[in-house]
């Protein structure tokens, strides 16, 4: 099991590459093309719309397959967008090889949270989560620092081609060490889709696209924001991504840790935190120190949401999970388009670079909202015990098999 768990953790560790590197390419990869900041941002509108599309389109095709070969095709997918992107000779192509590297984005994460989590106790499945997303975050602290490291000094071309190679080995490792997992009896797109008429799984995910929306809406300009506002220099860009890898990776232990316990008021917690900091970020990217310290703040606040949320749509829709879960995978990269191009958009008006603060914290406030409301409409929902009570005795002795 826990070898699985790092073969999931080594993809996860590609993707989360690709998805977030592009923030401190981003300038290098304008000038090259002759576009502004703004239309640059498209690259990360782009990829997350290529998260929703894939997200559902290619779980409900890998319907009939194994699920380990599944991620297998779709870690090639990812190998191929990558290549695509390092090899791209306009804006154009660069931007078509985004968005077939993030075809494969939504079902790898949703297949693989369905997979980390039947590979354990129902009373972990949040903790087995979190750790296939560890590869995600130590991404954030290792392969974007370096991918951003080596677009500034070699050229944006070659990270993607190091991307590239890290989805390579990425496919390797599911192919010697996740095992092969037959397709579970009754994994009919009918069934699967009757889990989206529960109202609780829909507002998870609206909750998923304004929550972690915040954190895309400031981070996604991260790289502008620090050089031309807070005064840092384009290489400390590098490790201003590290702080904010390393939020993530605490963040992601917090919402592992305590969603198996007490899920919502984490995400009370974690929700009012992000839209707070994300608001004072815009006076503290005034200051080099208050900056770094909001950012990994951001980090680490935003991505305490995704065990819990994730989480809650696996058991929201019990029975019938995977569409589910990567639905809500490509609900966070819906999140990130929506929020990036707001923020480029209010850029664009000319409110500056610290304006996609406020864009966030207004997004993470309205998720916490969300939460309140999913919250309410729980308690409010009646309890199904007194009917399933409500057998006769000689019915009673049957149910006891459930407990061993």
């Given at each position: 099991?826990?070898?699985?768990?790092?073969?999931?953790?080594?993809?996860?560790?590609?993707?989360?590459?690709?998805?977030?590197?592009?923030?401190?390419?981003?300038?290098?990869?304008?000038?090259?093309?002759?576009?502004?900041?703004?239309?640059?941002?498209?690259?990360?509108?782009?990829?997350?719309?290529?998260?929703?599309?894939?997200?559902?389109?290619?779980?409900?095709?890998?319907?009939?397959?194994?699920?380990?070969?599944?991620?297998?095709v779709l870690m090639g997918l990812f190998?191929?967008?990558?290549?695509?992107?390092?090899?791209?000779?306009?804006?154009?192509?660069?931007?078509?090889?985004?968005?077939?590297?993030?075809?494969?984005?939504?079902?790898?994460?949703?297949?693989?949270?369905?997979?980390?989590?039947?590979?354990?106790?129902?009373?972990?499945?949040?903790?087995?989560?979190?750790?296939?997303?560890?590869?995600?975050?130590?991404?954030n602290i290792v392969g974007v620092p370096?991918?951003?490291?080596?677009?500034?000094?070699?050229?944006?071309?070659?990270?993607?081609?190091?991307?590239?190679?890290?989805?390579?080995?990425?496919?390797?490792?599911?192919?010697?060490?996740?095992?092969?997992?037959?397709?579970?009896?009754?994994?009919?797109?009918?069934?699967?889709?009757?889990?989206?008429?529960?109202?609780?799984?829909?507002?998870?995910?609206?909750?998923?696209?304004?929550?972690?929306?915040?954190?895309?809406?400031?981070?996604?300009?991260?790289?502008?924001?620090?050089?031309?506002?807070?005064?840092?220099?384009?290489?400390?860009?590098?490790?201003?991504?590290?702080?904010?890898?390393?939020?993530?990776?605490?963040?992601?232990?917090?919402?592992?840790?305590?969603?198996?316990?007490?899920?919502?008021?984490?995400?009370?917690?974690?929700?009012?935190?992000?839209?707070?900091?994300?608001?004072?970020?815009?006076?503290?990217?005034?200051?080099?120190?208050?900056?770094?310290?909001?950012?990994?703040?951001?980090?680490?606040?935003?991505f305490a949401t995704v065990p819990p949320?994730?989480?809650?749509?696996?058991?929201?829709?019990?029975?019938?999970?995977?569409?589910?879960?990567?639905?809500?995978?490509?609900?966070?990269?819906?999140?990130?388009?929506?929020?990036?191009?707001?923020?480029?958009?209010?850029?664009?008006?000319?409110?500056?670079?610290?304006?996609?603060?406020?864009?966030?914290?207004?997004?993470?406030?309205?998720?916490?909202?969300?939460?309140?409301?999913?919250?309410?409409?729980?308690?409010?929902?009646?309890?199904?015990?007194?009917?399933?009570?409500?057998?006769?005795?000689?019915?009673?002795?049957?149910?006891?098999?459930?407990?061993?």
């Amino acid at each position: 099991m826990p070898l699985a768990l790092l073969a999931l953790a080594v993809g996860a560790f590609g993707i989360g590459t690709t998805e977030f590197v592009i923030m401190g390419l981003l300038p290098g990869i304008a000038a090259d093309y002759g576009v502004s900041i703004p239309t640059a941002g498209l690259l990360v509108t782009g990829y997350a719309l290529g998260v929703v599309v894939g997200a559902p389109l290619l779980t409900v095709l890998g319907n009939k397959v194994s699920r380990k070969r599944m991620l297998m095709v779709l870690m090639g997918l990812f190998v191929a967008g990558n290549l695509l992107s390092a090899l791209a000779p306009s804006f154009g192509m660069m931007l078509t090889g985004r968005i077939i590297a993030s075809l494969a984005h939504g079902s790898f994460f949703g297949i693989g949270s369905v997979v980390a989590a039947d590979l354990v106790a129902p009373d972990k499945k949040a903790g087995a989560i979190a750790t296939m997303f560890t590869g995600l975050t130590v991404a954030n602290i290792v392969g974007v620092p370096l991918g951003t490291f080596i677009g500034q000094a070699v050229g944006w071309r070659t990270t993607f081609a190091v991307v590239a190679a890290l989805g390579v080995v990425g496919l390797l490792g599911i192919a010697r060490l996740v095992p092969a997992m037959p397709r579970p009896e009754g994994a009919r797109l009918g069934r699967e889709l009757k889990a989206f008429r529960n109202p609780q799984v829909l507002l998870a995910m609206a909750m998923t696209v304004l929550g972690f929306g915040g954190v895309f809406a400031a981070i996604t300009y991260i790289a502008p924001m620090m050089t031309e506002v807070a005064g840092y220099s384009e290489g400390a860009v590098t490790w201003l991504l590290v702080l904010f890898g390393i939020g993530m990776f605490l963040g992601n232990l917090l919402g592992g840790r305590f969603a198996d316990r007490a899920l919502m008021p984490l995400l009370y917690v974690t929700l009012s935190g992000l839209a707070i900091v994300l608001a004072l970020l815009t006076v503290a990217a005034h200051s080099k120190i208050l900056a770094a310290v909001a950012i990994l703040l951001v980090g680490a606040l935003g991505f305490a949401t995704v065990p819990p949320l994730q989480k809650r749509v696996l058991d929201q829709a019990h029975g019938a999970p995977t569409l589910a879960s990567a639905v809500n995978i490509g609900a966070f990269n819906l999140g990130n388009a929506l929020a990036a191009w707001l923020g480029g958009v209010v850029i664009a008006a000319g409110f500056g670079y610290t304006a996609p603060n406020w864009v966030g914290a207004v997004l993470a406030a309205a998720a916490l909202g969300l939460a309140f409301w999913s919250a309410a409409l729980e308690r409010r929902a009646p309890a199904p015990a007194p009917a399933e009570a409500a057998v006769t005795p000689a019915a009673a002795p049957a149910r006891t098999p459930v407990h061993h």
